[in-house]
C-alpha cells in the first residue's frame, strides 16, 4: 500500500466534500437537540401536563433555534401548565449562572412563564435570570465517560446547584442527553449520585428512549 498516496486521496475527498462533512455534523448535533426539546415535552406531557407549541407570529411551522444566534422572541416554544404552575420549554436558552453575572447557553431550557420576552423589548434583553430558569437539559452526541460527568457535575453547579444536594421537585432534574452508552465505570459514579444527593439525570442512549416513546412508553426520560 502506497500510505502516500492514500492520504493524498483522503485530503481530496475531504476537501472536495468539506462543506457536506460540516453540514452532517452540524445537522446531527441540531436534530439531537430538536429530539431533545421534544422529548422533554412528551415527558411533561406524561405527567399530566398540558404542552402547546407555540409559534412566532406570522410564522405558521414550528422555527427551530439551532445555535446561539437570533433573538429568542423570534423562535417556536414549548408552553405548558402542571398543577396551575405555567412554564415554557425553550431551545438554545441564554441564561444567568448561580454564582455571579456569567451567562450560559444550556440546550433545553424549562424556564417560568414570560421569562423570556415575546417580542422585542424597548431595552436590550440578553438572557433569563437564573430565578426565572428552572431546570435545564445538555446534549451531547458522544459516549458517557467520566470526565463527561465530571463537566456535567459542574455545569449543574455553576447554573442550577441546589439541584446538587436533596429535595424534591416535580420538574425535570438537570438531564444530560446522549445518543451515546455509559463507558468504563461510569455507571458506578452515576449510581452513586443518589447517596451523595444530587439530583441528576443521565439520559445515555437517547435514540433508544426516544424509539421507546413511539412504541408507548410514557417518556424517554424513565
Excluded at 502516500?4 to 436534530?31: C, E, M, P, W, Y
Excluded at 465530571?150 to 442527553?177: C, M, N, R, Y
Excluded at 458506578?188 to 408507548?216: E, K, M, Q, S, T
Aim: hydrophobic letters at 40%; aromatic letters at 10%.
Amino acid at each position: 500500500m502506497n500510505l502516500a498516496d492514500v492520504r493524498n486521496a483522503v485530503k481530496r475527498v475531504i476537501s472536495k466534500h468539506s462543506d457536506g462533512f460540516r453540514l452532517i455534523a452540524a445537522s446531527q448535533t441540531q436534530l439531537l437537540e430538536l429530539a431533545s426539546v421534544t422529548g422533554v415535552a412528551e415527558h411533561y406531557r406524561s405527567l399530566g401536563a398540558s404542552v402547546t407549541a407555540i409559534n412566532p407570529k406570522g410564522k405558521r411551522g414550528f422555527v427551530v433555534k439551532t445555535s446561539t444566534r437570533g433573538h429568542h422572541w423570534n423562535f417556536s416554544y414549548f408552553a405548558c401548565e402542571l398543577a396551575q404552575e405555567k412554564f415554557e420549554i425553550r431551545m438554545n436558552l441564554t441564561v444567568n449562572g448561580a454564582h455571579d453575572e456569567g451567562i450560559y447557553c444550556v440546550d433545553v431550557g424549562i424556564v417560568k412563564e414570560r421569562a423570556v420576552p415575546y417580542s422585542k423589548p424597548a431595552t436590550d434583553w440578553f438572557r433569563v435570570e437564573n430565578s426565572e430558569l428552572i431546570t435545564f437539559a445538555e446534549t451531547k452526541k458522544l459516549v458517557v465517560y467520566p470526565m463527561l460527568l465530571a463537566q456535567f457535575v459542574g455545569i449543574v453547579h455553576e447554573i442550577k446547584p441546589d439541584f446538587l444536594k436533596p429535595g424534591f421537585t416535580v420538574h425535570l432534574s438537570p438531564a444530560l442527553i446522549t445518543i451515546g452508552h455509559l463507558t468504563g465505570n461510569s455507571q458506578r459514579i452515576v449510581d452513586a449520585y443518589p447517596a451523595r444527593g444530587f439530583r441528576i439525570l443521565i439520559a445515555h442512549n437517547y435514540d433508544i428512549r426516544l424509539a421507546r416513546v413511539r412504541g408507548g412508553a410514557m417518556s424517554p426520560f424513565t
